[in-house]
């Protein structure tokens, strides 16, 4: 049972490099999102994607991007990194968009220096 | 949009003794209340969850009491066991504004043996 994967675990980037966080699901759900934690900030949310083939903004969508590269995978892509970016990044699925619990990965835990 | 507060921030207990965490939300729409658990290095994960059609519900030690009326529900451990020591999360579905889930800042729960 899988799950949500996410790849990679960890990452230390230097300012201005760009990154691409991958997120899979195996539970055919059809939403997905992408999370950052930040320390006595709980969780805030990117992006998401309701459904394959939609994308929409989150309550912080600056300095990202997303796909929603098929039913499974989404991904996050910071195109030139800043240290404000610096935390644990938690890609989620659910099977639909509202009312639903959201099923989480275990993190991307990335430091930009 | 939908605004959820949680309280304590930190909540220390005995083992066996009972720990209370209390969230209010602002949205009157809302009808979706997942609590999460999550432990050190890994990703949220659901406990359990309550709609507003629905005034307590239990599983096993944990239970969830919802008051629609004055906008608040709590999340319930009885007998607490060191195992039960993490950050917990409330949520409240967001209907108006672009997220679906509105998380409250994290309880940590610390169960002394």
């Known amino acids: 049972n899988a799950g949500v994967t996410q790849t990679p675990k960890f990452q230390v980037l230097k300012t201005g490099q760009s990154m691409t966080l991958q997120c899979a699901q195996d539970?055919?759900?059809?939403?997905m999102y992408w999370y950052r934690q930040d320390p006595g900030m709980g969780l805030r949310l990117i992006y998401y994607?309701?459904?394959?083939?939609?994308?929409d903004k989150g309550e912080v969508p600056n300095g990202y991007n997303v796909s929603r590269l098929n039913k499974r995978e989404f991904s996050l892509r910071l195109e030139s990194a800043a240290p404000s970016q610096t935390s644990v990044y938690f890609c989620?699925?659910?099977?639909?968009?509202?009312?639903?619990?959201?099923?989480f990965g275990d993190g991307t835990r990335l430091s930009i220096l | 949009g939908e605004n959820v507060e949680q309280h304590p921030s930190t909540l220390s207990v005995q083992e066996g003794d009972s720990a209370v965490i209390k969230c209010t939300y602002s949205?009157?729409?809302?009808?979706?209340f997942p609590w999460y658990k999550q432990e050190l290095g890994k990703g949220p994960q659901l406990i359990i969850d309550?709609?507003?059609?629905?005034g307590e519900k239990k599983d096993q030690r944990i239970a969830v009491t919802l008051n629609k009326t004055a906008k608040h529900f709590s999340l319930h451990i009885t007998e607490t066991q060191p195992e039960d020591s993490a950050v917990y999360f409330c949520?409240?579905?967001?209907?108006?504004?672009?997220?679906?889930?509105?998380f409250g800042k994290g309880t940590r729960l610390s169960v002394i043996a």
């Open positions: 309550i709609r507003s059609n629905v």
């Open positions: 989620a699925s659910s099977e639909t968009y509202s009312n639903q619990p959201q099923h």
């Open positions: 949205d009157s729409a809302s009808n979706y």
């Open positions: 539970m055919n759900h059809n939403s």
């Open positions: 994607s309701a459904s394959e083939g939609t994308t």
């Open positions: 949520a409240a579905s967001g209907l108006s504004g672009n997220t679906p889930l509105v």
